[in-house]
Each structure stands twice: as C-alpha cells, then as structure tokens.
C-alpha cells in the first residue's frame, strides 16, 4: 500500500515562505512523477507544480510560475514545495500525489493514484 504524508503547512503573513514535504512509503518512489494540488475552500482543485522521476524535469501551473519551486529527493522518498512570495489567495489545503504516468499528463488530477492528506496553508495580511 502506497502511503503519502504530506506536511509543513501553516500560517504565515504576506508575501512570507513555506515549504511543503511529502514523505512516499509502501513503494518505489522512483517510479513515480509527483506532484503538488490545492483546493481552496467553495473551489475546485487546482493543479501547482509536478516533477519527473529522476527530477530534472519540471512542469507548473499558473499560479506557481516565479514563486513556487517543486523538487524531490529520491534517496529520502520525499517531495518538496517551496512556496515563496505567498499571496492570500495561495490560501488553501495543499495536496502531494503520485503517479506511474507521464509528465505530459501531470496537469491533470486523474494521472495520480495516490495522494496525501492535505496540509493546510493559510497566508494572511
């Protein structure tokens, strides 16, 4: 059974940091792309950064462009956001996922079969 465990959410003021974890257990973590989603409350889920096996490739989306950086760590089993910069409305709960397609599918929530939890970001003024 694959498990995700995301964590390191929090509060945080305006155009403050964060940075995301999600720890990969119960497989092969370098068999699968990995990705970062949020969900604003009233909102549909909303896809953020993804990132191939090995790393060297990345793909974001708009709202992460500049400001958010993705990026893994096969020996620990882990994947990162790196969250700079943030905005109110980065407020949401951030979401890790895997998937055993391609990257050119990244974008889209149904290429993973395995997601974490939820971490909660909250950035206020």
């Known amino acids: 059974q694959v498990l995700l465990d995301d964590s390191g959410g929090g509060s945080v003021q305006v155009g403050g940091s964060l940075r995301l974890s999600c720890l990969v257990s119960g497989g092969v973590f370098g068999n699968y792309i990995m990705a970062w989603f949020r969900q604003a409350p009233g909102k549909e889920r909303e896809f953020v950064a993804a990132i191939s096996r090995g790393g060297s490739s990345t793909i974001q989306g708009d709202s992460a462009k500049g400001r958010f950086t993705i990026s893994r760590d096969n020996a620990k089993n882990t994947v990162y956001l790196q969250m700079d910069s943030l905005k109110p409305e980065d407020t949401a709960v951030y979401f890790c996922?895997?998937?055993?397609?391609?990257?050119?599918?990244?974008?889209?929530?149904?290429?993973?079969?395995?997601w974490g939890q939820g971490a909660q970001v909250t950035v206020s003024a």
């Open positions: 996922a895997a998937g055993d397609g391609s990257l050119r599918n990244g974008n889209d929530e149904f290429a993973y079969d395995y």
